[in-house]
């Protein structure tokens, strides 16, 4: 069955605050044109304020609604977020491969803003291992690749060897964010093995900035799956998160770290 519109599924856990996640991906699928679809890995009780509790999926159920996606509606970009254990990594690696998907964003979620982990320890060697290789872009922030590489990020470290040394986990592009860094400009870094591209933009002052990470692999998932080349779709997805941090402070949601505007370019919500 064709069908024009381009299907992006999330492999994520659920924010009931709606703003990470795949609430978070959801709303970018739509602002950007695609049909989105989900694997819930883990339901989340969580606010702008703390995470007050984490449920995980089992794994065999991970894999049924993945293969209920795969059989019937089929995907043109794949992205993952938080998956919680060793054993739902290796369902979710399994069918990524048997189903030859194509377009794999992985977002190495690891802890969330407000401290809470996301990640199983022993689940690091098997995102390593099973997942990365079969990736086409690998997104992780500073404390992120450093639990990937070993390598600390500091003013001491240059960020070509950390490049170097994510890529080897075996993804075509590494995506290193900036977001942690010390810096007046919010500056990414993409790199295939041979190539280092930089990507800056503005820092936005601003307290609404969960879901960040979840929203900029979606976005680049969406563009992926809409035909752009990597290094495209990164800038496309980075200008697009720009916009959604800018437009928080339209929506000005919660206590603590607030969401994004995630449709500030449909313009459907005004100040």
């Given at each position: 069955?064709?069908?024009?519109?381009?299907?992006?599924?999330?492999?994520?856990?659920?924010?009931?605050?709606?703003?990470?996640?795949?609430?978070?991906?959801?709303?970018?699928?739509?602002?950007?044109?695609?049909?989105?679809?989900?694997?819930?890995?883990?339901?989340?009780?969580?606010?702008?304020v703390?995470v007050?509790?984490?449920?995980?999926?089992?794994?065999?159920?991970?894999?049924?609604?993945?293969?209920?996606?795969?059989?019937d509606?089929?995907?043109?970009?794949?992205?993952?977020?938080?998956?919680?254990?060793?054993?739902i990594?290796?369902?979710?690696?399994?069918?990524?491969?048997?189903?030859?998907?194509?377009?794999?964003v992985?977002?190495?979620?690891?802890?969330?803003?407000?401290?809470?982990?996301?990640?199983?320890?022993?689940?690091?060697?098997?995102?390593?291992?099973?997942?990365?290789?079969l990736a086409?872009?690998?997104?992780?922030?500073?404390?992120?690749?450093?639990a990937?590489?070993?390598?600390?990020?500091?003013?001491?470290?240059?960020?070509?060897?950390?490049?170097?040394?994510?890529?080897?986990?075996?993804?075509?592009?590494?995506?290193?964010?900036?977001?942690?860094?010390?810096?007046?400009?919010?500056?990414?870094?993409?790199?295939?093995?041979?190539?280092?591209?930089?990507?800056?933009?503005?820092?936005?002052?601003?307290?609404?900035?969960?879901?960040?990470?979840?929203?900029?692999?979606?976005?680049?998932?969406?563009?992926?799956?809409?035909?752009?080349?990597?290094?495209?779709?990164v800038?496309?997805?980075?200008?697009?998160?720009t916009?959604?941090?800018?437009?928080?402070?339209?929506?000005?949601?919660?206590?603590?770290?607030?969401p994004?505007?995630?449709?500030?370019?449909?313009?459907?919500?005004?100040?």
């Amino acid at each position: 069955m064709a069908t024009s519109i381009k299907r992006v599924l999330t492999i994520a856990g659920s924010d009931s605050g709606g703003g990470a996640g795949i609430q978070a991906d959801l709303k970018t699928c739509v602002a950007l044109g695609c049909y989105g679809m989900t694997a819930i890995t883990a339901v989340t009780a969580q606010n702008t304020v703390e995470v007050k509790g984490i449920h995980e999926i089992p794994a065999a159920a991970v894999g049924e609604q993945l293969e209920a996606v795969f059989t019937d509606i089929g995907v043109d970009a794949v992205k993952t977020g938080m998956l919680m254990s060793a054993e739902i990594i290796d369902v979710v690696a399994t069918l990524l491969e048997r189903f030859q998907v194509p377009n794999l964003v992985v977002d190495p979620v690891m802890i969330s803003k407000s401290g809470a982990r996301l990640l199983q320890d022993d689940a690091v060697g098997v995102l390593k291992d099973r997942l990365l290789p079969l990736a086409t872009i690998v997104t992780p922030n500073a404390p992120e690749a450093t639990a990937l590489t070993g390598l600390p990020l500091d003013e001491d470290v240059d960020v070509s060897e950390v490049l170097e040394a994510l890529h080897l986990l075996g993804s075509r592009y590494v995506l290193l964010k900036g977001g942690h860094f010390d810096s007046a400009e919010a500056t990414d870094y993409l790199f295939d093995g041979d190539v280092q591209r930089v990507y800056s933009t503005h820092r936005v002052a601003t307290r609404h900035t969960h879901g960040t990470g979840c929203t900029y692999a979606a976005a680049i998932a969406c563009h992926l799956a809409q035909g752009s080349a990597p290094p495209e779709a990164v800038r496309l997805a980075k200008d697009y998160l720009t916009g959604a941090i800018e437009g928080s402070a339209i929506l000005n949601i919660g206590n603590g770290v607030g969401p994004l505007h995630h449709g500030w370019n449909l313009n459907i919500i005004r100040e």
